[in-house]
């Protein structure tokens, strides 16, 4: 998984409520267990129309936010099937971090083991990074894990508060499987003994 520390990007304003995974990543696309290729489908009902072709008005679809990497969106992110495309979809587009005041906690969970940040601020809070992300490509926002710090383009500072271990896990880019192979010389040696003392198993 890769490291998350600090991230300085284009955000884009998604000021829509209860955005569900349904939206994130429709279910026609969950068909397949590869994370890579998902990005071109990422709300992919509100990005094309029946034809397949572009809706001009969708934040994504415009210029100033198709390289975003930060979404800054309505209460309740992430909210109904607990399907991990979601979060795949998210970062194949590259988004690395999204900002709400509230997330579904599966949602929230999975954004921790696929290497995205969710940020839960105040609803003043996210106000305030709504009007800098509608702002476009020239007004930046910069998010430090380590710090735990949001800084806006005009140098404005938003703190926030997140588990220490998923804090931890992001900075050092683990998932679970990096978690386990971090024990691996135990995992040997227990394999190693209980050979020796159950080789019937």
């Not at 800054?72 to 709400?100: K, M, T």
Request: net charge negative; hydrophobic share 40%; aromatic share 8%.
């Amino acid at each position: 998984m890769e490291k998350f520390n600090k991230l300085t990007a284009v955000a884009a304003p998604m000021p829509l409520v209860n955005i569900d995974t349904d939206m994130i990543i429709p279910k026609q696309y969950l068909k397949t267990i590869q994370r890579a290729g998902l990005g071109k489908n990422l709300f992919a009902e509100m990005r094309y129309d029946n034809d397949g072709n572009e809706v001009e008005d969708f934040v994504l679809n415009q210029s100033a936010y198709r390289n975003a990497e930060i979404l800054v969106a309505g209460d309740n992110f992430g909210c109904g099937s607990s399907r991990e495309h979601a979060p795949w979809a998210l970062l194949d587009f590259g988004i690395r971090c999204v900002i709400s005041t509230s997330f579904a906690d599966i949602f929230y969970n999975n954004c921790f083991r696929n290497g995205i940040l969710p940020i839960e601020v105040s609803q003043e809070d996210l106000g305030k990074l709504m009007e800098d992300a509608s702002r476009g490509a020239n007004a930046t926002i910069s998010v430090d894990l380590e710090a735990q710090e949001i800084r806006g383009p005009d140098g404005g500072v938003i703190k926030f508060e997140i588990d220490q271990f998923n804090k931890q896990c992001l900075l050092e880019g683990l998932d679970e499987i990096g978690l386990t192979l971090r024990k691996e010389n135990k995992v040997e040696e227990f394999e190693t003994s209980r050979k020796l003392t159950q080789p019937w198993l």
